[in-house]
């Protein structure tokens, strides 16, 4: 086993270490969520309550995302995934202080912290993928972001299961401190073995350049904005409190239903490049995007109606038939998404437009669960179905602007 690491070239070496990275930080951030939701559930606190200790962690990333690719630009990309490493550290050590402290704004504090971390090592992650991969062969680009993608989001799932697990077994308290001592030797390890120079552009960009001037990034990042703002719309807030107060669902069941969703979420993710003509030696461009953008934008429409009081059918077997409709279309949408960033980014500092892109990621997650709680509060769920199918046009009309070709001009 490690002579055949040793033999591996030392792109592959890179990769498997940031993908390490990346999957470490993931387990930890889909624990520390749930450990957050759970123990503030048994405070008292409701689910909207809840989603809004969130809220610094998405405003953030917004924040983090645009200066992150700038920054990773000019120091490299290894210096800001280990201080995203270091900020998870830092979160989960401020939520170490005795439970008195542990109030909202403590909490909503900490969660930004987590937040900038998240950004910081996904978008260092993404970036670096297109350093380390073979950028001309469009095929393996594409399987090697997939992947990524993929086990991101299973394991994100599986870290929700973990966050119960060590909750139960630990405690709130001892489950913070060991993630707190598993990230720390993820630091160790990477903070030795990344190059110093991965991702650093050759002439240092200025901050003025955070905005990206190419029409296909710009069009793509707006495309992703809605289209991770008709998800969110529905499925942070809305979802959770609905499968609770109409089916009588209990937190744990609800928890682990989600928890079960974004496993197979990432594995869909995952197989992408399969699903989407891979097979057949066909790389995802515009027209890809349009077409699966396209297909998306009907189920919450159909779910909509299916929940009206004049379908006659059975509204638990809708909503979740819908749902896992809705997952495998959008694992395909998202897949494809994370695909052509990597492609249309600039070979010298891709992680400036990388990470301008995942700004509109994280202005999509945003807008999503602000509206998420208030439109179910005022409206109920079918109105967050209708604005999400809205979103999910207009993620269709932005497509059409992309080229329909694997590389920006």
């Not at 469009?138 to 599986?158: C, D, F, P, Q, R």
Request: net charge positive; hydrophobic share 55%.
């Amino acid at each position: 086993m490690l002579s055949a690491l040793t033999n591996l070239s030392s792109e592959v070496r890179q990769y498997l270490l940031v993908t390490g990275n990346y999957w470490a930080f993931t387990l930890t951030d889909g624990a520390l969520r749930m450990l957050v939701v759970l123990h503030f559930h048994q405070l008292g606190y409701n689910p909207l309550e809840i989603a809004l200790l969130f809220l610094f962690y998405e405003f953030f990333g917004i924040v983090t995302n645009l200066v992150g690719g700038w920054l990773g630009a000019r120091i490299g990309l290894n210096k800001t995934m280990n201080i995203g490493l270091s900020l998870q550290v830092v979160a989960l050590l401020m939520l170490t202080v005795p439970a008195s402290m542990l109030t909202v704004p403590w909490v909503m504090a900490a969660q930004a912290f987590s937040g900038i971390a998240k950004d910081l090592n996904k978008m260092s992650a993404k970036s670096s993928v297109k350093k380390l991969a073979k950028a001309q062969v469009e095929g393996h680009l594409y399987k090697l972001v997939a992947i990524l993608t993929g086990s991101k989001n299973t394991l994100k799932g599986v870290g929700f299961f973990l966050g119960g697990m060590l909750l139960s077994l630990a405690g709130f308290a001892g489950a913070v401190w060991i993630m707190i001592g598993v990230l720390a030797l993820v630091l160790l390890v990477s903070l030795i073995k990344l190059k110093e120079d991965l991702g650093k552009a050759k002439v240092k960009p200025k901050f003025t350049e955070v905005f990206s001037t190419s029409p296909a990034v710009n069009a793509l990042s707006a495309a992703r904005l809605f289209l991770f703002g008709a998800r969110d719309i529905w499925f942070v807030v809305a979802l959770p409190v609905y499968l609770s107060s109409t089916f009588d669902w209990d937190h744990w069941a609800v928890g682990g239903f989600l928890a079960s969703w974004i496993i197979a979420y990432g594995f869909v993710q995952a197989a992408a490049p399969w699903i989407t003509g891979r097979r057949s030696g066909k790389h995802p461009d515009g027209m890809s995007a349009l077409r699966w953008a396209i297909t998306l934008t009907a189920i919450p429409a159909l779910i909509a109606l299916g929940l009206g009081d004049n379908s006659g059918l059975n509204p638990q077997w809708v909503l979740l038939g819908g749902l896992g409709l809705f997952g495998v279309l959008f694992a395909i949408n998202s897949s494809l998404h994370s695909y052509l960033i990597v492609s249309y980014a600039k070979e010298d500092g891709a992680s400036m437009d990388v990470g301008f892109y995942y700004m509109a990621n994280a202005s999509g997650r945003l807008i999503g669960t602000l509206l998420s709680g208030w439109l179910f509060q005022v409206y109920g769920l079918s109105t967050c179905l209708w604005i999400s199918a809205l979103f999910l046009l207009i993620t269709s009309g932005l497509s059409l602007a992309l080229p329909r070709h694997t590389k920006a001009a």
